[in-house]
């Protein structure tokens, strides 16, 4: 009992454990919430209305991607090194306004072009402002990262979410128009934006100087043709998913856009946990690189993505058993058959945890560019292949396997790369495809002749056992990732 009062008590002292349970709390309360909001919606909507406000909400998402200019990570590596703290920021902030008004034009030009629908116009100009505010939020975002404050982050996000779910649900009291609930979502935001502002900045901004900061044409045009394999990474990310939502909605049915959607909301607030424990785990990763410590960067990311490859075969073999029970209750019998769809979508969640681990370690070792590359080589093949799917096949199953796909292309390069510069080894490599072959291979075959809920516990506890055995023997799965018991090497992750 007292030596686990004591790992108790070192865990609570160190920052990875610290953040990432702040985030991962946070995240499981936001995605209920999200996930309560968005079924409310499409229970309560008609189809062809919730379509419309799927295809608004996608390209407010695809221009917001880009008005980011994908600087988030440069400033991350940037402000852990630099003395001028202060100016960096203001200039960041100053960047993110400019590019976020740019974008929003953007975005309404875009959405008259696109459609012709006049409630599509609409909710496009409406949904759009969110693109400003959401860029003023990520930059306070990037700060709270780089000072390992993200529990602030977590909290007015968590709220956000909250006041959001709260809106839907006067749908059911009140009914009103999907306009007038677009209008509350934008209040929302605004509210969400000012919360950071007074609580997530920590007086490191003061608005009035803000506002009278000058920045120079020139240093924009400097940071962007330095940075701009940034902003194809961050454009890149989203387009593999949001465009096929846009493709989808010019050639199948607004049936289809919502099964699509239903599906990829569903993995987007799955895939979110990951993401969040590696916005703690990316510092670390600049600084051990930084340092010159490539055996313990090696080590570190190894354990981690050991973590991430059970996460997501856990995500996948929970859809694969529940997908067609859960979905019909959740989101009503117009969505009886959308199950198969999400599960060809959680194929992808079984390399997306670890292709963003390793994302990071690219960027944490300043090939960037090269990872631009690797993103560039997933949007064409992702973008490619659904159209195919979509104008020659006319199935919805064919897009979402194309982005599968993509991922697993993406991830193989990467793995070439890791394994020349020694982070990764090919025996690694290796096992990450074999064991993930095997599980899901072994999951399917045992599905035709055990019960799907006994199966996926069963299966789980199974692994549970081994890996207790394996920690024992073998000790590959250390309890001491996360702590620092006398260990040199992992003091520096702290």
């Not at 108790?8 to 002292?13: G, I, W, Y």
């Not at 902030?93 to 696109?114: A, D, E, M, P, R």
């Not at 993406?410 to 394994?419: E, P, R």
Request: with cysteine.
């Amino acid at each position: 009992m007292f030596k686990i009062t004591m790992k108790f008590t070192q865990l609570r002292k160190n920052q990875i454990f610290v953040n990432s349970s702040w985030g991962i709390t946070s995240q499981v309360f936001q995605s209920i919430l999200l996930s309560l909001f968005f079924i409310l919606i499409a229970r309560h909507y008609a189809t062809q209305v919730f379509a419309n406000f799927i295809i608004a909400t996608v390209l407010y998402q695809l221009l917001s991607a880009f008005s980011s200019l994908g600087l988030s990570q440069w400033f991350i590596r940037e402000i852990t090194g630099t003395e001028n703290k202060e100016d960096l920021i203001y200039k960041f902030f100053k960047i993110q306004i400019y590019s976020g008004i740019t974008f929003y034009l953007l975005n309404i030009i875009l959405g008259f072009l696109l459609y012709d629908d006049k409630i599509i116009h609409v909710l496009t100009i409406l949904l759009g402002i969110n693109i400003v505010f959401d860029n003023l939020i990520n930059a306070i975002k990037c700060i709270n990262i780089s000072e390992f404050k993200q529990e602030k982050t977590f909290i007015i996000l968590s709220i956000d979410a909250f006041l959001k779910f709260v809106a839907t649900c006067f749908l059911f009291v009140y009914p009103f128009s999907i306009i007038t609930l677009c209008i509350i979502l934008v209040i929302v935001r605004f509210v969400t934006l000012n919360l950071f502002l007074r609580i997530g900045l920590s007086g490191l901004i003061n608005l009035k100087s803000l506002y009278k900061y000058k920045i120079s044409l020139n240093y924009i045009k400097y940071l962007l043709v330095l940075n701009w394999p940034f902003i194809i990474m961050g454009g890149t990310s989203i387009i593999n998913w949001r465009a096929a939502a846009i493709i989808i909605s010019k050639a199948l049915s607004s049936g289809d856009v919502a099964n699509y959607e239903i599906s990829y909301k569903i993995f987007s607030m799955v895939q979110l946990l990951p993401i969040v424990v590696a916005t703690t785990f990316f510092p670390i990763l600049i600084n051990l690189f930084k340092d010159d410590k490539i055996k313990e960067l090696s080590a570190f990311y190894k354990k981690v993505h050991r973590y991430y490859l059970l996460f997501g075969l856990l995500c996948f073999t929970f859809i694969y058993s529940f997908a067609d029970f859960l979905i019909p209750i959740l989101f009503g019998p117009d969505y009886a058959g959308t199950g198969i769809y999400t599960q060809l979508m959680f194929l992808t969640i079984l390399v997306f945890p670890t292709a963003f681990l390793q994302a990071n370690v690219l960027v944490a070792m300043k090939y960037e560019r090269l990872d631009m590359w690797f993103n560039v080589v997933l949007m064409s093949i992702n973008v490619i292949f659904c159209i195919v799917g979509a104008y020659f096949f006319k199935s919805l199953n064919v897009i979402i396997i194309s982005i599968f796909l993509g991922f697993v292309v993406f991830h193989i390069l990467q793995d070439v790369f890791l394994i020349k510069k020694s982070i990764s080894s090919v025996r690694h490599v290796f096992e990450f495809y074999a064991l993930s072959v095997f599980s899901i291979g072994s999951y399917f075959l045992l599905n035709k002749w055990v019960n799907s809920t006994l199966l996926f516990f069963a299966f789980w506890l199974v692994i549970f056992c081994l890996s207790i055995y394996i920690n024992k023997s073998k000790g590959l799965f250390k309890f001491n990732v996360f702590l620092n018991r006398n260990n040199s090497k992992i003091e520096s992750f702290k």
